[in-house]
């Protein structure tokens, strides 16, 4: 098993890009996260989804877009690239809410 | 206020000593997590509880949920436990969305 996986690890991006930070698991987990890290900062949660076909808001959701039309599938998607969408991005799954959560290597995104 | 607060933030100890990390939290929960970060900046998951006590190795979490304090011990600590520690908590049902909430991290630097 691969477990969670994470493209690209690092990306260069000018202000008003946009992109697609890809995550795939292989554990046939229902629920997957997207969590944002900032210097000195604990994680946050963008957005999740507890199965394919439904997604849902989390703590800091502005500025990023997800779908998940797969069970290993959830990319998130950043419209108009700002400055302060810089972070380390952290994709994570569950089998369930209240279960080990499995997170990817993370994806380090610098808007410039 | 943070909803998560973890004590200390930064922790520099020798090799064999015994470690202790404190993480209080002010919202209903269904679970407390334990997670570990590497320097590279990969995290791994070390313990998921929702009372009493887990141990694994030389790692011990244990939780009071009265309290809602848990803490995080390591016994006879070596340089390769240097890391970031990391308290996350699952809000309880209707507690608001699914994903974790976290604290800002304990920086562990154990030398030889």
């Known amino acids: 098993n691969a477990g969670v996986t994470q493209t690209p690890k690092f990306r260069i991006l000018k202000i008003g890009q946009s992109m697609t930070l890809q995550c795939t698991q292989d554990?046939?987990?229902?629920?997957m996260y997207w969590y944002r890290q900032d210097p000195g900062m604990g994680l946050k949660l963008i957005y999740y989804?507890?199965?394919?076909?439904?997604?849902d808001k989390g703590e800091v959701p502005n500025g990023y877009n997800v779908s998940r039309s797969t069970t290993e599938d959830f990319p998130l998607r950043l419209e108009l690239a700002a400055p302060s969408q810089t972070s380390v991005y952290f994709c994570?799954?569950?089998?369930?809410?209240?279960?080990?959560?499995?997170f990817g290597p993370g994806t380090r995104l610098l808007v410039l | 206020k943070n909803e998560v607060e973890q004590s200390p933030q930064n922790l520099t100890a020798q090799e064999g000593e015994f470690i202790t990390i404190n993480c209080s939290y002010s919202?209903?929960?269904?679970?407390l997590h334990w997670l570990q970060q590497h320097p590279g900046g990969g995290i791994v998951s070390l313990f998921m509880?929702?009372?009493g006590k887990k141990k694994h190795g030389r790692l011990i979490a244990t939780i009071n949920i009265q309290e809602k304090h848990s803490s995080l011990h390591i016994t006879a600590s070596h340089p390769r436990d240097s890391a970031v520690y990391i308290c996350?908590?699952?809000?309880?049902?209707?507690?608001?969305?699914?994903?974790?909430?976290f604290g800002k991290g304990t920086h562990l630097i154990i030398q030889p």
């Open positions: 994570a799954s569950s089998y369930g809410g209240v279960e080990t959560q499995y």
């Open positions: 554990m046939n987990h229902n629920y």
């Open positions: 996350a908590v699952r809000r309880g049902s209707g507690g608001g969305a699914d994903g974790l909430t």
């Open positions: 989804s507890v199965g394919a076909g439904i997604t």
């Open positions: 509880l929702s009372s």
């Open positions: 919202v209903g929960i269904s679970a």
